[in-house]
């Protein structure tokens, strides 16, 4: 156990450099931009010298790394600057989308490993079979569809000839907070882009999880197993499903970041009023403090989503946990 | 002046650990060696996997880094050799223990001969492809060879490749690393017999790392057992395997299987002597630390690791 | 005379490669007794485990002809649950690498209560774990309650095989099957491991097959011996016999092959050529013909069987009385029996 606590704390330490190099990169891209992204007090539209003129007035000549050390703490507080279009704090306007990004990311997650697990097991099990050559099938056109095509199609089918889905927004117009229908309401807004895009997304952890199976079934110590007398059963219960799907737990990780890439479009496609939207919409209307944040917070979401992968990792696989 | 002598060897790996992963403790791999040998003569060093031997190999021609010591090649010191002396670099050459997995499966068997060549010696296409088919001839393998892949050998040609390549530079000293433990015995005896034949050709020396006393009585003058990066005995063929006096020698002359059935009482009989030697005088033979003593010569030729008798 | 535990009766096991199948076992009957230890040598490549996983029927894509018999029922007819319930019961296997023999993500103690779970499910879990630190124990394991706890990569590698071997031997098999089961171990951990089945046999009255390509296991262990080449049985004798007077050519090469004492100032024997494939494999007549070459052709049978020459002692074909290395003299060829 105590080495447990040793790798934790030392995996905990290696997101410090992370997050540095994050919000300096982060800060980077908000100097580029033009007005000041960090705080949004300045019309990026203004021309350069009267631009320069309300810099002057507001302070925000500093040097570089006042300005950076500033911007940190603010952040740390939870006060990311100004949204200049919408004349609010950046944070209020981010809160609600985050909750509906965070929402539409644990659908898009269980639907993807709903599909991935029985669909990786089946493939792997019976591999070259007729089922697997399906499935295998399904994955290769799952590589092949951009996510943005695909949602559109699932949407102009599901949301507007069927109407079996609302085809935006992330909850019905007028109910309560709260209440069961409110609750019913959201689901059923974020279940269509959550299928369109776990559909897509799957296809990666299907195809891992195939070969994984497939790797796992030529092992010795399967045939140890065989040769004790377990059933084909237990064989792939106990033995082959068991270890292969260690090695999916460490991908959890990359499937947030390859989450967050997919609700950029997803969101906007289907009008849910998600992070993904905000920044696609922040970029067209010139909101560079909103740019700004969203970015550093995808970042901070893909750090963190890293971290858990290795410490499940660490939890699962004992020659992780005992070294 | 011996033609390799290896005095107080040291060869220490840092382990890393705690949070920053600094370096909290040393594996002491090779922990004091010395011997020397003869020109022309083999030299076997024998002991359990762990106990240093490729390491000490390694650092003789410069692949692992001595952390003290000297090594003195046939004059000179070739300690921690830098690249300004390459040439007596050149004549001394390793055999790796795996045959599967020493060369390399992409490149084809004139890239993998020839590749010391390149390093060392600038030779036009033509001169290298001459040399490479002499040195093909030289370890029996048909001129076809040449452009082949390692996989379309056997594990015995395999071997040959890696001694064609060890002998393309003419060196004078071989380190071979267990060039036969992953091999079948009858292509071990088509190895071993290529390696005496060369010998006797080229006038090489070698170092014969093994763990099979069977083999390493076939091939070796002399022997050194080494037991946890400590030499625990050295001595000639002879002195070893008619005269162990280290209990631990004891116990790995102990374990050759003997070839002879009509033997096996005898041989399970001599092992439990041995074993319940090993276990009632343990710590006659090993100091607190469970490592070995200094050695004490006990003949001319036969050295002992014994503690100083008080 | 004990009771014949194992036969095999005219076994041949062929793998399929592009839409053929090749035998890698061909045509092989042998016998195992109890309390009997029968070796299978022969060099890498010539089909022992191959014919070790038949006997297991762990194959999964292989043909499977002729009879195995276990204590007089054929096993080869046997449905998939009967199979499960022979494996690791009646009939257990060793395998050669301890290190990957083992689930590395399962602990020592639930890997030996499995094979316990599998057949006296009736055990509850304390006499499950009883029984399995005791197997540990049994096995020559220090500290085995220690040991039940760990992992497969926190034990050296005789321990791994310590263990495997607690796995075979846990319910008590009546044919315990061996391939190389020391072939990766060290010398002092092989002697070891060796002298632990001695002892297990001693108290077992288990028939074991152990397989090796180390003539010098061979003859530390075993009571009889069968000499495997290119998938067929080529001498089969007594461990005294065999290494006495061993008849076969195959037999004697490798037996002169092997560096020992008396070998120190002699060159070893090389078998030329090398185990051919079994694509490669000429079927008809001899299969050994082609790496003896300076044995006249007109000595060879056409389809050389297995003859008896002496009270069990079975050496295919007859011309092993031409047999001769190149450098003796053709003429004082053979010692002993003519
Ligand atoms: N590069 C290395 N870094 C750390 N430890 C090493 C390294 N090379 C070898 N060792 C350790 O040194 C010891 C001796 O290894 P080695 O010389 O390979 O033994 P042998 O060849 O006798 O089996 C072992 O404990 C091994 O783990
Ligand atoms: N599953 C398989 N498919 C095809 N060929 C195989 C298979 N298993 C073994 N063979 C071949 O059968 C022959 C005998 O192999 P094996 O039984 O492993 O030999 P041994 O155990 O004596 O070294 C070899 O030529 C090998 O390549
Ligand atoms: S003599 Fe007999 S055993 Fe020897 S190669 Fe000829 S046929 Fe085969
Ligand atoms: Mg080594
Ligand atoms: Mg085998």
């Known amino acids: ?323 | 002046m011996a033609f390799l002598e290896v005095e107080d060897l040291k060869v220490h790996f840092p382990v890393k650990g705690g949070i920053f992963g600094r370096t909290v403790d040393h594996i002491r791999a090779v922990d004091g060696v010395s011997f020397s040998l003869e020109k022309g003569k083999t030299y076997g060093l024998v002991g359990e996997s762990g106990s240093g031997k490729t390491t000490t190999g390694r650092a003789i021609i410069g692949l692992n880094r001595a952390t003290a010591g000297k090594i003195t090649y046939n004059g000179h010191d070739i300690t921690n050799l830098k690249k300004a002396d390459l040439d007596v670099r050149k004549e001394i050459q390793m055999i790796f223990q795996d045959p599967y997995s020493s060369l390399n499966p992409k490149k084809r068997v004139l890239d993998i001969i020839a590749e010391p060549l390149r390093n060392y010696e600038k030779l036009s296409k033509q001169e290298e492809k001459k040399r490479v088919l002499e040195l093909l001839e030289l370890v029996g393998l048909s001129s076809e060879s040449i452009t082949k892949y390692p996989h379309q050998f056997s594990g015995g040609q395999r071997q040959r490749i890696g001694v064609a390549r060890a002998i393309a530079l003419k060196p004078k000293l071989i380190i071979a690393d267990e060039p036969v433990s992953a091999l079948d015995v009858s292509v071990q005896a088509q190895v071993l017999n290529f390696m005496e034949d060369i010998q006797e050709a080229l006038g090489l020396t070698y170092i014969f790392i093994g763990h099979d006393l069977g083999v390493i009585r076939h091939m070796c003058d002399d022997i050194g057992i080494m037991y946890k990066g400590r030499y625990v005995e050295e001595g000639t063929v002879d002195d070893i395997f008619d005269n162990p006096q280290h209990i631990y020698t004891k116990r790995l002359v102990a374990a050759i299987p003997d070839i002879n059935p009509e033997n096996r009482r005898e041989q399970i009989y001599y092992r439990q002597e041995v074993q319940k030697e090993y276990e009632q005088s343990y710590d006659d033979y090993f100091g607190d630390d469970g490592l070995a003593y200094g050695l004490k010569p006990i003949s001319e030729t036969h050295l002992v690791a014994l503690p100083e008798k008080g | 005379m004990n009771e014949k535990l194992l036969e095999i009766k005219n076994l041949k096991t062929s793998f399929r490669i592009e839409d053929q199948y090749y035998a890698a076992v061909d045509d092989v009957s042998l016998t195992v007794n109890e309390n009997e230890v029968l070796a299978i040598v022969g060099e890498s490549g010539c089909g022992k485990s191959a014919l070790a996983f038949s006997l297991m029927r762990l194959h999964n894509r292989a043909k499977i002809e002729g009879d195995i018999l276990f204590k007089g029922d054929d096993v080869t007819n046997y449905s998939a649950g009967q199979v499960n319930k022979l494996r690791g019961n009646e009939m257990s296997m060793i395998f050669q690498d301890p290190l990957t023999a083992l689930n590395p993500l399962m602990k020592i103690g639930d890997q030996i209560g499995e094979v316990l779970l599998l057949h006296k499910g009736k055990f509850s879990n304390l006499n499950r774990k009883q029984k399995a630190i005791s197997l540990l124990d049994k096995v020559g394991i220090a500290r085995p309650e220690h040991v039940y706890e760990q992992f497969p990569h926190e034990l050296s590698g005789g321990m791994r095989q310590r263990v495997v071997i607690a796995i075979a031997i846990a319910n008590d098999p009546e044919v315990l099957i061996a391939d190389e089961p020391t072939t990766a171990l060290d010398a002092t951990i092989q002697s070891q491991i060796l002298d632990l089945l001695n002892e297990l046999k001693e108290n077992m009255n288990a028939g074991i097959i152990l397989i090796t390509h180390d003539l010098g296991v061979v003859a530390e262990m075993a009571d009889r011996v069968a000499v495997m080449y290119a998938g067929q049985i080529v001498e089969v004798a007594d461990v005294h016999a065999l290494f006495g007077m061993p008849q076969h050519p195959y037999t004697r090469s490798l037996l002169s092959s092997v560096p020992n004492a008396e070998s120190v100032d002699s060159k070893l024997h090389v078998i030329q050529g090398i185990v051919p494939s079994l694509k490669n494999l000429t079927r008809e007549g001899c299969r050994f013909r082609s790496r003896i070459p300076w044995i006249d052709e007109s000595v060879h049978e056409k389809s050389p069987e297995l003859h008896e020459i002496s009270p069990n002692h079975f050496v295919r074909c007859t011309c092993y009385k031409n047999f001769y290395f190149p450098d003796e003299k053709k003429e004082d060829k053979r010692h002993g029996i003519s």
């Open chain 1, 1 to 323: 156990m105590n080495h447990m606590w040793k790798f934790s704390v030392r995996r905990m330490l290696i997101i410090i450099p992370q997050l540095l190099l994050l919000s300096l990169l982060v800060f980077l891209m908000a100097q580029a931009m033009p007005g000041d992204a960090l705080t949004g007090q300045i019309n990026p539209d203004l021309d350069p010298q009267e631009m320069q003129e309300q810099r002057e007035e507001l302070g925000l000549n500093d040097p570089w790394h006042i300005k950076y050390a500033d911007w940190i703490t603010s952040a740390v507080r939870g006060d990311l600057g100004q949204s200049f279009q919408f004349k609010m704090p950046a944070s209020e306007l981010i809160w609600n989308r985050m909750v509906n990004s965070f929402w539409l990311g644990v659908a898009t997650l269980i639907i993807t490993y709903l599909l991935a697990i029985p669909l990786g097991i089946t493939s792997g099990r019976f591999n070259d079979s007729l089922l697997d050559s399906s499935i295998t099938g399904y994955t290769y056109i799952g590589f092949a569809t951009p996510i943005f095509i695909f949602a559109l199609v699932m949407l102009w089918i599901f949301g507007y000839q069927l109407g079996w889905f609302p085809t935006s927004g992330s909850v019905a117009p007028g109910s309560d907070p709260g209440t069961f229908e409110y609750i019913v309401s959201k689901i059923n807004h974020l279940l269509l882009p959550a299928i369109s895009l776990g559909l897509i997304t799957t296809v990666n952890t299907v195809q891992y999880l195939r070969s994984e199976i497939i790797d796992t079934k030529q092992k010795d110590f399967i045939i140890t197993a065989r040769a004790k007398g377990a059933s084909e059963s237990r064989v792939y219960n106990r033995h082959i499903f068991r270890n292969s799907l260690l090695p999916i737990a460490a991908f959890f990780g990359f499937e947030i970041t390859g989450l967050i890439g997919g609700t950029v479009f997803v969101e906007r496609i289907f009008g849910y009023p998600g992070m993904g939207d905000l920044f696609i919409q922040s970029v067209l209307l010139r909101d560079y403090t909103v740019v700004t944040s969203v970015v550093l917070l995808f970042g901070l979401a893909s750090i963190l989503g890293a971290l858990i992968s290795d410490i499940i990792l660490s939890l699962v696989d004992p020659r992780i946990r005992i070294k």
